[in-house]
């Protein structure tokens, strides 16, 4: 299958059961202005120390009736007195269901279409309840990653009138965006994580052209898909200089988080088929070691804060996808996995580790 259709891409990053269970949205397009839709907690975000994960839940507005569309429920979870709180209901209008909670920032940063033209990057304000659109020239977003306070955004976003998933960093002081290597029309960028104790940023990206001939001999042999290299690349978030860590040869990364001096890799031999493995990169040396883990999760995979275990979205069975759906942590030394929300009514889209 050819990926030069920009919205497979999108859509290949849906775990199985949204892809089999979600129509279209059919709630209204974003306006430039839709504070009064966006349904918020009681509490703002307070600012303290430690580490949360950020969570992204779709469900539809009606338990399971799908007249009035769909809405992203956004929560947070905090890892150390392990409470679950919802600050807001973002309306789903996004191609695919994003948001993030910024607790320094004070807000939760998600995608939005905006006259049925594309997705943009808004904002809400968990104090004042105030929504911003804060891009005006972007078609799809599949990444949202806060850096610091005073540092940007990073997306893995398509430019209007392209399709190219690029790197972009948004400058939250002057809404301005930097697109690195604008000019490249062939180089995806698939994940991104971002490594506070370095302030440094990391991407994968694979080439479109080689994975269009890896394609055409899968279907000229009647095979798997095999993934043409994928590159991990060291980008500092000051300076935006950048430095290759590792390349995959012919393995997909489907997944990528980074902490301390390590990068948390999951990757697949095939292309939507088969079981993810899983392997840690020393950043400094490349130097690569797999690990035998018994969890079911091809993404959303984070390292706890003590490396005493793993924050993952996905199954409590190996066997069955299925079984269980959720956000777990795995503890590497009692082997148990302990349950921190699981799927019901509706679809776990994303979560990601951030520090307060």
Same mark, same amino acid.
């Given at each position: 299958?050819? !990926? ?25 397009? &974003? ?36 007249? *009035? ?13 392990? =409470? ?8 789903? !209008? ?6 993030? /909670? ?14 049925? *033209? ?10 004042? *309840? ?16 806060? !850096?610091?306070?005073?540092? +940007?955004?990073?997306?893995? &976003? ?7 998933? =690029? ?10 965006? @930097? ?5 490249? @029309? ?14 440094? /940023?990391?991407? $994968? #990206? ?20 095999? +993934?043409?290299?994928? $590159? ?6 000051? $300076?935006? @200089?950048?430095?290759?860590?590792? !390349? ?27 079981? +993810? ?27 706890? +804060? ?11 069975? #190996?066997?069955? #996808? ?33 520090? *307060?």
């Amino acid at each position: 299958m050819k !990926t030069s259709d920009i919205r497979l891409i999108i859509i290949s990053l849906l775990v199985p059961a949204l892809l089999s269970a979600c129509s279209p949205p059919s709630t209204p397009a &974003a306006e430039s202005n839709p504070s009064k839709q966006i349904q918020s907690g009681e509490k703002s975000a307070p600012l303290e120390q430690g580490q949360y994960l950020s969570m992204t839940y779709t469900e539809y507005v009606n338990g399971k009736n799908t007249d *009035k569309g769909m809405v992203m429920r956004v929560m947070t979870y905090d890892l150390s007195s392990k =409470k679950m709180t919802k600050l807001a209901d973002v309306p789903y !209008t996004s191609q695919y269901p994003l948001s993030v /909670v910024s607790l320094p920032d004070h807000k939760i940063y998600y995608s939005a279409d905006v006259d049925n *033209k594309g997705d943009q990057l808004f904002s809400f304000d968990l104090n004042s *309840k105030k929504t911003e659109q804060l891009s005006d020239n972007l078609f799809a977003i599949n990444r949202i990653v806060p !850096t610091t306070p005073e540092g +940007p955004l990073v997306l893995a &976003a398509v430019k209007k009138g392209e399709r190219t998933l =690029k790197t972009i960093f948004y400058n939250k002081s002057t809404h301005t965006m @930097q697109f690195l290597h604008d000019e490249n @029309q062939d180089k995806h960028t698939w994940s991104l994580a971002y490594n506070s104790a370095k302030n440094t /940023v990391y991407n $994968t #990206q694979f080439s479109e052209k080689e994975q269009d001939k890896q394609s055409d001999i899968a279907s000229q042999k009647n095979t798997f898909t095999t +993934p043409t290299n994928y $590159t991990v690349t060291e980008i500092n978030n000051e $300076t935006k @200089q950048e430095r290759p860590v590792i !390349t995959l040869k012919n393995e997909q990364i489907l997944s990528m988080s980074s902490s301390n001096d390590q990068l948390l890799l999951v990757t697949a031999r095939f292309i939507n088929h088969g079981n +993810p493995e899983y392997s840690l990169v020393d950043i400094a040396t490349g130097k690569r070691t797999k690990l035998e883990l018994p969890i079911s999760s091809r993404s959303f995979i984070y390292m706890s +804060p003590d490396g005493k275990g793993i924050y993952y979205l996905g199954s409590a069975s #190996q066997k069955n #996808q299925e079984e269980g759906s959720g956000v777990y942590y795995y503890d590497f030394t009692s082997k148990i996995q302990t349950p921190i929300f699981i799927q019901e009514e509706g679809f776990i889209n994303n979560f990601m580790l951030l520090n *307060k």
